[in-house]
C-alpha cells in the first residue's frame, strides 16, 4: 500500500455533467500528479501541482482543472463531460523530484 | 514527442518460464526509463528504473538494460510464478521522474 487515497474508487455520470474526483497524498509528499488510463491504454499525463500551484500540464482540455491544498491533497474537476472521459483517473504523489506513488485510482464512467 | 511503445500482449506463460517484454523508445535528450506494474484491482507501482546508458535496474527477479544504441529497454525475468500475472508498462521521463510518458502495457498471466 502507498499510502495515497483516491475517492470515490467508482463512479457514474452522465454527458454534460461535472465531476470532482480527491486525491490524498502520502504524507510529507508536496507534489501530486492526475493520470488518464482510458482502457486498454497507458496511463496519459493530465497535470502536476507542486505547493498549491499547477506544474505542468499535458494534452487535455481547459475543462479538466484541479487543486492543491495547503495539505497537499488534491482534486481532480471535469466539466461538461464527455463518453471519451471514461476511463481510471490516478493520482500519484511524490516528494520533490522522487519516486511516485500511486493510487489505486477513481474508475469513471460517462453514460 | 517522446513516445514509448511496447509489446502487444496479452502474454500467457508457465511457471518457471522465460519472460521477455520488449519495450522501445522515442525521446529527446537522455530519458530515465521505467518498468511500472498493476496486479489487478490495485495502483501502478515501480517496479525499476535505470536512469543512464547501459544502466541495469533490477528489482524482484526483473532486469532490464537501458540500451541507447537501440532505444530499447526491454523486461527480463527468468523464471515467472503465477503471483507475476499483472499488466506491466515501459514508462520514460525526460525530467527526472515526471512527468511519465506510458506504453500502452503489456498484460501477463502465468498458469501453474
Known amino acids: 500500500e502507498t499510502g495515497v487515497t483516491q475517492s470515490p474508487t467508482h463512479l457514474i455520470k452522465t454527458r454534460g455533467q461535472q465531476v470532482t474526483l480527491r486525491c490524498s497524498s502520502q504524507?510529507?509528499?508536496?507534489?501530486v500528479s492526475w493520470y488518464q488510463q482510458a482502457l486498454g491504454q497507458g496511463p496519459q499525463f493530465i497535470f502536476q501541482?507542486?505547493?498549491?500551484?499547477?506544474?505542468g500540464r499535458g494534452n487535455f482540455p481547459p475543462r479538466f482543472s484541479g487543486l492543491q491544498f495547503p495539505n497537499y491533497s488534491s482534486e481532480l474537476n471535469v466539466n461538461a463531460l464527455e463518453l471519451d472521459d471514461s476511463a481510471l483517473y490516478l493520482c500519484?504523489?511524490?516528494?520533490?523530484?522522487?519516486?511516485?506513488?500511486f493510487g489505486e485510482g477513481s474508475r469513471l464512467t460517462v453514460l | 514527442g517522446n513516445s514509448v511503445t511496447q509489446m502487444e500482449g496479452p502474454v500467457t506463460l508457465s511457471e518457471e518460464a522465460f519472460l521477455t517484454i520488449n519495450c522501445t523508445y522515442t525521446?529527446?535528450?537522455?530519458?530515465?526509463l521505467f518498468w511500472y506494474v498493476q496486479y489487478p484491482g490495485e495502483g501502478l507501482q515501480l517496479l525499476l528504473k535505470?536512469?543512464?546508458?547501459?544502466d541495469k535496474g533490477s528489482n524482484k527477479g526483473f532486469e532490464a538494460t537501458y540500451r541507447k544504441e537501440t532505444t530499447s529497454f526491454h523486461l527480463e525475468k527468468g523464471s515467472v510464478q503465477v503471483s507475476d500475472s499483472a499488466v506491466y508498462f515501459c514508462a520514460l521521463s525526460d525530467q527526472g521522474n515526471t512527468p511519465l510518458v506510458f506504453g500502452k502495457g503489456t498484460r501477463l498471466s502465468v498458469i501453474a
Open positions: 504524507s510529507g509528499h508536496n507534489t
Open positions: 535505470a536512469t543512464k546508458a547501459d
Open positions: 500519484a504523489s511524490q516528494e520533490g523530484p522522487g519516486e511516485l506513488f
Open positions: 525521446a529527446t535528450g537522455y530519458p530515465s
Open positions: 501541482y507542486y505547493r498549491e500551484e499547477e506544474n
